[in-house]
Each structure stands twice: as C-alpha cells, then as structure tokens.
C-alpha cells in the first residue's frame, strides 16, 4: 500500500517496494509500477505493464482486491480520449480472470475502454453483458445507441429496454415544481 501511495504522487522512492511486492505478487507490482510510469509521465510504459498485469489476473487469483480494482479504474483512465491506448487494454481485459475475479468490474472497464476504440467493439462489450445488462441509463442509452450504429440483432430490445428503463424511472421532487 504504501508503494501504490507513492506510485500515485510520482515518487521514485516507490520502486524498490514495488521490486519487493515482485518477488511475491508480480501482478501487484506490475499494477503499481504501471501507475509510477504514468505518473512520471512514461505511459507507454505504464500501458505495457498494466497490459501485463491484467492478462496476469487470467491465471493469479491472489493479487488484493483494492490494488487489481485501482489498476481496472486506471485501465479506464488511461484509455480515456486516447483510441490507440485503448485499442491495447481492450485483448488484456477481453478473457475473465482466474474465479471470475472482479467480473462485474472487469465487464465494466471493458466496456468502457472498448467504447473508446469504436463501436463494433463495444457492441462486443456488452454482448458479455447480455442479458443481465446493468439497468443504469447511461449504459442503457450507450447500448441502444451503440447497437442501433452496427445494425446489430438486438438494437430493438436495446431500445425497448431503455424505454421501459425511462418510463419506470421516478421522478425527482424538485422536476415537478414549477
């Protein structure tokens, strides 16, 4: 934890923690080393390591919780604007992990980076999702939209769903003053 804490102000002196955590959790360190090098500026690099240590989630189920969710949250905001970055993250989080370790996040960070890349492989996204597509609008709105862009076979439930999500969603107090 507290190579992670000086991995995120940039600070050097986490490296050789994070060469220690190696020797036991290399997933861990590699998550930690990808944050120091985005941090210092070096994220090429960064993206090489993250890339490694979420294809290493494939078959290490050990790696804390906390440590692999933060490198899934900065899977997202690496890949953030940045089509290229993204198109690299999307194979490392395209297979489940070792006992579907964070499953629901992983979903969610493929989503998201895959929505940076183009459309065809956020349609593949949230194919994974179906049928248990989180009833939230702002994905539902991306999966109609999304599906109804690549002509796909379920671009009509997509829109019905988000119609129903629409009409079942209950209005805010302050909406209903004038």
Known sequence: MIAEALAESGDARALPLVERLRRRQPVEADLVLARLRRRQGR????VTLLCRALIGLRKDPWPLQPIAG??????????????????????ALAQPYSVLFLEDRR????????SQVD?????????RLEPHVPWQRD?????????????DPLAATAVSDLQR???NTPT???????
């Open 139 to 151: 994905i539902l709105t991306f999966r109609a939209r999304c599906y109804r862009d690549v002509g």
């Open 43 to 46: 994220a090429d690099e960064a």
């Open 165 to 167: 999500y629409l009409e």
């Open 107 to 114: 979903l969610r960070a493929l989503l998201a980076v895959a």
């Open 172 to 178: 805010a107090f302050g909406d209903t003053l004038d």
């Open 70 to 91: 933060r490198g899934l949250d900065l899977a997202m905001a690496m890949a953030e604007g940045k089509k290229a970055v993204a198109a690299r993250l999307y194979p």
């Open 119 to 127: 459309n065809a492989h956020a349609a593949q996204a949230l194919h």
